[in-house]
C-alpha cells in the first residue's frame, strides 16, 4: 500500500506544478495531504493510522519535516545559506548599476574586429557576470538588450547570436559565487552525513569491525569547496563556447563576422577598457581571492562583495558628477592601510603593551573609520539616485525569501517521500542496474537532464539531491567526493535554462529581443550550447581532478590546513615520499652513512645509543618502502581473481539482507493482525506463506555463495594484513627515526638556555636556608617551571621537584631539600659540557642531515605540509579510488 500513496504524492505534486500552484506551497501541500490520506486510510482500514507507512507514522514525518528543516537552517554551526542574499544583492547591485553594460559595450569593441568577436565578447562578460553577479535573468536580459540588437546590425547568424547570448547568461549557474553551488553544498552536507552512516553500516556488516578507518570516510563539502570544485569546469565551459564560435567563424564566415570600431584605439580607450573591466575583476578577486587563500569564509566573502558591489554601484550611478570617485578612492586607500597596519603592527586591543600598540590602534581606527565612511557615502549615494538601494534592498528580500521557501516545501516532500519508502525504492532501482556505480550514477544524470525540461534548477537540486545523493555518495567502488558530485549535478541542471519548453534563458531573450527574431531561432541557437555544457559535463566526469584539485588544495594550504600525520593523507603522502625515494635514494643513503660515522663518543650513553638507532632506523627506510611496495603489488596481482567473486558475494549478500528486511516487515504485519479483535485467519495463511516463501528464497541465496569465498576471502584479507603492518612498520620506523633528530637538534639548541638557569639554581641554596618553606617553595617552582621549557632537561627537572617536595608543611627537610639541588647542579654542570661539545662538533653535521630527511623520513612529524608537499598530495586524493574491496 505504500507504493500507492507515494504515487499520490507524486500525482499530487505533479499536478500542483502543472496547474501553476507556486512551488512554494506545491512541495509541501502535496507533502501534508499525501501522510493525511494515509494516515486516514491506514485508520479506516486497518485500524491503525500507522499502518500504510514504510515505518513510523503520520505525526512522526510530519514532525520529521519541520525538524529538518529546523536542524539544517537554524542551527548556528550550519551557516552556509546566509551567503544568499550577500550574493544576490551582489548581483542585483552591479546590474541596476549599469555596470554591466558598462563592460558588454566596451568588449564588443574591444573584441569586435577579431572573426565572431561580438560572440566571444558576450561569453567572456558572460563569463566576468556570472563571477560578479550570478544572476542569470538580469545577465540575459541585458545582454539580449545590449549585444542582441548589435549582433544583429553586422549580420551575426540568428542562431548562433541567440545561442551565445542565452548560454553565457547561464556561466552564472556554475562560475562561483553562484546560488546554485551554495543551495547543493547545503544539500550535499546533509547527504554527505547519511552516505557516511550507510558505509559505515556497510563495513561493520562486511567486516565485523565497529570502528571504518577515517580514509574510507565520505568528503563532504562546504559553500566554499563547491566554489573551487566549480571554477575550472566552468572556465572550460567558457572555453568551449569560445571555441565553438571561432570555428563557427572560421567555417562560415557569415555568421560571425569581424565588427570594426569605428572609433580609435587610443590612450582614451584603454583608459575606458580599465574602468569597466579592473573594477569587476577586482571584486571577482576580492570575493574568491578571499575564500582561496583561507582569509574568509564564503559568507564573509559574501559580505566583501556586497559592500564592494555598493561602492562600484556608488561611483558608477553618479559618473559625470564631481566627486564621482571619492568614496571609492577612500574606500581603496582606506582598505590599503589597514592591510600595511596589520602587517606592520600585532593588534590586539586586550593586550596593548606600549606606545607602538597604542600608535598602530589609532592608525587603525583611523582607517577602519575611512572605509566606513566611503561604505556610507557610497549607501546614501545609491539610496538618492534613482532609488536604487531600495530597488535592490526589495529585490534580493524577494529572491532570499523565495530561495527560502522552496526549502522548507523541499524538506517536507522529502519527509514524505521517505514516509512511503521512497528512498528505499530508489536505492533498490539504483543498486539493481547494471554497470555498478557508473551504470547508477549516468541514469541520474539522465532523469536531471530531462527533469531539466521541466522543472526549475532549485526544484531538482532540493527534491532530487537528497534522495539521490546518500545512495550515489555511500558507493566505495567509486568513492566520489561530494564536491565532485555536486559540481556534476550544477553543471547539469545549468542545462535547464536553455531546455525548451521552460528554459527560463529561452523565455528571458524571447521577452526582449527584437519580433523579427523568432523563437524556434532561439531554440535552434540553443541547441547547440546544450551540446557543449553536456561536453563539459563528460569532461569534468572524465577528469575528477578538474572538480577536485583546488578545494584539496586550497585546503591544504590553509592556515586551518591539517598535520601531515592525519591519516587521509599517509597513502597520498607515502606515494610522494616513495617517488622522491626513487629519484634521490642515493643522495639520501649518502647522509645516512655520512652522520652515520660522525664520532658520539662525549655524549652520555643514551644519548649515544638513540642516535646510533635512529640511523639505522633510517639506513631501514627504504627497505621498508621496498615492503610496501611489495605488499601492494601482491594485492594488485590477487585482485583480477578476487575481485569478481567479491562482486558477485556481495551481491547475493545484499539481496539476503534485503530478504531479511522483508521478513521484518511481515513478521510486523502478523503481529498487528494477530492483535485485532477479529482475526482473519485466511489473511493470516497468506501472510504465513509469504514468511516460508521469503525463508526459502534466503536459504536458496544462501547456498549459492561459492565454496571458494571463505577461502578467497581469507586470503585478500591475509595480503591486506601485511599491508597494513608493512605501513605501521614504515611509519612507525620514519617517526621514531626522525624524533630523535629532532629531539637531539633541540636539545642542543637549548644550550644558552639552560646556562641561563645556572645562576638561579645556585641562588636556591640561600633560598632554603633563609626563606619560611612556602616562599621557599615558590622561588624553586619558579625554576621548575623555567627548567620545563628547556628541551632535554627533564632529568634536572626531576631533582628540582623533589627538592621543592622536600620542603612540604608536614615533613619539611632542607637538608634533603639542598641535596636534591646539588645532585641538579651536578646534573646541569655535565649536561652544559656536553652540550657546549656538540654544538661545536655535532651540531652543524645534525642540521645538515635534518634538512635531508624533513621532506621524506621526517615528513609526518612536520607541522604542515610544503607548498610542493601540498600540490603533489592535492593531486593524488582529486583522483577517485575505489576502496570496495575493503568492504
Not at 557615502?377 to 534613482?386: I, L, T
Not at 527533469?451 to 537540486?461: H, K, S, T, V
Not at 627506510?621 to 578476487?642: F, N, Q, S, V
Not at 639552560?754 to 633563609?770: M, S, W, Y
Request: proline share 5%; with cysteine; net charge neutral.
Amino acid at each position: 500500500m505504500e507504493l500507492v500513496f507515494l504515487t499520490l504524492l507524486i500525482v499530487l505534486m505533479v499536478g500542483a506544478l502543472t496547474m501553476g500552484f507556486p512551488v512554494a506551497f506545491a512541495l509541501p501541500g502535496s507533502a501534508i495531504l499525501s501522510i493525511a490520506v494515509a494516515a486516514l486510510c491506514g485508520y479506516l482500514f486497518a485500524g491503525d493510522p500507522d499502518a500504510y507507512f514504510a515505518q513510523d507514522g503520520p505525526i512522526e514525518w510530519l514532525s520529521a519535516g519541520v525538524t529538518n528543516f529546523r536542524s539544517l537552517y537554524w542551527d548556528v554551526e550550519r551557516d552556509t545559506l546566509i551567503a544568499i542574499p550577500l550574493f544576490v544583492f551582489m548581483g542585483i547591485m552591479l546590474e541596476r548599476s549599469k555596470i554591466a553594460e558598462d563592460l558588454l559595450v566596451t568588449m564588443a569593441q574591444l573584441f569586435g574586429p577579431v572573426p565572431g568577436g561580438l560572440g566571444i565578447s558576450v561569453v567572456f562578460v558572460g563569463a566576468l557576470l556570472a563571477a560578479t553577479t550570478g544572476i542569470v535573468g538580469a545577465t540575459v536580459i541585458a545582454m539580449g538588450l545590449i549585444s542582441l540588437p548589435a549582433m544583429l546590425r553586422n549580420n551575426y547568424s540568428r542562431p548562433l547570436a541567440t545561442g551565445t547570448i542565452c548560454a553565457s547568461g547561464t556561466l552564472g549557474q556554475i562560475i562561483p559565487p553562484s546560488i546554485v553551488l551554495i543551495i547543493l553544498a547545503d544539500q550535499l552536507s546533509s547527504a554527505s552525513d547519511q552516505a557516511s552512516t550507510t558505509r559505515k553500516a556497510e563495513y561493520k556488516e562486511a567486516t565485523g569491525e565497529f570502528s571504518m578507518p577515517s580514509e574510507f570516510d565520505i568528503t563532504s563539502a562546504s559553500a566554499g569547496d563547491m566554489f573551487m570544485g566549480a571554477f575550472l569546469p566552468g572556465m572550460v565551459l567558457v572555453g568551449l563556447y569560445m571555441l565553438y564560435i571561432l570555428i563557427s567563424a572560421f567555417i562560415r564566415p557569415q555568421t560571425a563576422p569581424p565588427v570594426h570600431h569605428a572609433g580609435k584605439y587610443d590612450r582614451q580607450f584603454a583608459l575606458k577598457v580599465f574602468m569597466a573591466l579592473v573594477p569587476p575583476l577586482t571584486l571577482i578577486f576580492a570575493v574568491l581571492g578571499s575564500i582561496i587563500m583561507g582569509i574568509a569564509t564564503v559568507n564573509q566573502a559574501g559580505s566583501i562583495g556586497a559592500i564592494g558591489a555598493m561602492i562600484m554601484g556608488g561611483y558608477r550611478l553618479a559618473a559625470g558628477k564631481r566627486r564621482a570617485y571619492a568614496p571609492a578612492i577612500l574606500a581603496v586607500v582606506s582598505t590599503a592601510a589597514i592591510f600595511i597596519i596589520l602587517y606592520q603592527y600585532e593588534l590586539n586591543i586586550k593586550n596593548i603593551k606600549g606606545t607602538t600598540d597604542v600608535i598602530g590602534l589609532a592608525m587603525a581606527s583611523v582607517a577602519v573609520t575611512g572605509l566606513l565612511v566611503a561604505i556610507i557615502w557610497s549607501a546614501w549615494r545609491a539610496y538618492k539616485v534613482d532609488d536604487t538601494l531600495t530597488g535592490v534592498m526589495i529585490e534580493t528580500a524577494k529572491t532570499t525569501s523565495m530561495v527560502f521557501i522552496i526549502l522548507i516545501g523541499a524538506a517536507m516532500l522529502t519527509s514524505a517521500f521517505r514516509a512511503f519508502g521512497g528512498e528505499e525504492l530508489v536505492r533498490e532501482f539504483l543498486t539493481g542496474l547494471p554497470g555498478g556505480f557508473w551504470g547508477q550514477f549516468i541514469v541520474v544524470m539522465a532523469v536531471i537532464f530531462l527533469l531539466g525540461f521541466f522543472l526549475d534548477f532549485i526544484e531538482i537540486a532540493v527534491v532530487v539531491v537528497p534522495i539521490v545523493a546518500p545512495i550515489l555518495l555511500s558507493d566505495p567502488s567509486a568513492n566520489i567526493t561530494a564536491v565532485w558530485l555536486g559540481v556534476m549535478v550544477g553543471l547539469n541542471i545549468q542545462t535547464s535554462f536553455l531546455t525548451p519548453p521552460f528554459g527560463f534563458a529561452l523565455f528571458y531573450l524571447r521577452g526582449v529581443a527584437p519580433p523579427d527574431v523568432k523563437t524556434t531561432q532561439i531554440y535552434r541557437g540553443a541547441v547547440a550550447f546544450i551540446l557543449l555544457q553536456l561536453a563539459g559535463l563528460a569532461i569534468a566526469g572524465y577528469f575528477p581532478s578538474l572538480v577536485n584539485y583546488l578545494p584539496y588544495r586550497t585546503y591544504l594550504t590553509s592556515e586551518t590546513a591539517p598535520p601531515p600525520m592525519n591519516p587521509r593523507l599517509q597513502e597520498c603522502m607515502e606515494e610522494y615520499v616513495f617517488n622522491v625515494y626513487d629519484q634521490n635514494g642515493n643522495e639520501l643513503k649518502a647522509n645516512i652513512d655520512k652522520i652515520s660515522s660522525i664520532e658520539l663518543s662525549y655524549l652520555p650513553e643514551d644519548h649515544q645509543s638513540a642516535l646510533k638507532e635512529s640511523f639505522e632506523r633510517a639506513g631501514r627506510t627504504l627497505a621498508l618502502a621496498g615492503d610496501i611496495r611489495a605488499a601492494k603489488a601482491a594485492i594488485a596481482a590477487y585482485e583480477p581473481e578476487y575481485r569478481p567473486l567479491h562482486k558477485e558475494v556481495r551481491s547475493i549478500q545484499v539481496d539476503i539482507r534485503k530478504l531479511e528486511d522483508r521478513l521484518k516487515d511481515l513478521n510486523k504485519t502478523r503481529n498487528r493482525a494477530l492483535r485485532r479483535e477479529q482475526v482473519d485467519e485466511q489473511q493470516l495463511e497468506i501472510i504465513e506463506m509469504s514468511i516460508k516463501r521469503v525463508n526459502e528464497e534466503k536459504v536458496q541465496l544462501e547456498n549459492s555463495i561459492p565454496e571458494s569465498w571463505v577461502g578467497a576471502r581469507q586470503r585478500f584479507v591475509g595480503l591486506n594484513t601485511e599491508l597494513k603492518k608493512a605501513r605501521a612498520a614504515y611509519r612507525n620506523n620514519v617517526d621514531q627515526s626522525y624524533q630523535t633528530i629532532a629531539d637531539m637538534k633541540a636539545t642542543i639548541e637549548a644550550t644558552a638556555a639552560l646556562q641561563a638557569l645556572r645562576l638561579e639554581l645556585d641562588a636556591l641554596h640561600t633560598v632554603i636556608q633563609n626563606e619560611p618553606p612556602e616562599q621557599a617553595m615558590e622561588s624553586i617552582k619558579s625554576v621548575e617551571t623555567k627548567m620545563a621549557d628547556v628541551a632535554g632537561a627533564s632529568h634536572i627537572k626531576s631533582r628540582i621537584s623533589k627538592a621543592r617536595r622536600a620542603l612540604k608543611e608536614n615533613n619539611s627537610q632542607p637538608a634533603e631539600a639542598s641535596a636534591m639541588l646539588n645532585e641538579a647542579i651536578e646534573l646541569l654542570n655535565a649536561d652544559l659540557a656536553w652540550r657546549k661539545t656538540a654544538s661545536t662538533q655535532l651540531a652543524p653535521e645534525l642540521a645538515d642531515y635534518e634538512r635531508a630527511i624533513r621532506d621524506t623520513i621526517g615528513i609526518r612529524l612536520q607541522k604542515r605540509l610544503s607548498i610542493e608537499q601540498a600540490k603533489a598530495v592535492a593531486s593524488c586524493q582529486s583522483a577517485h579510488r575505489d576502496i570496495s574491496l575493503n568492504f
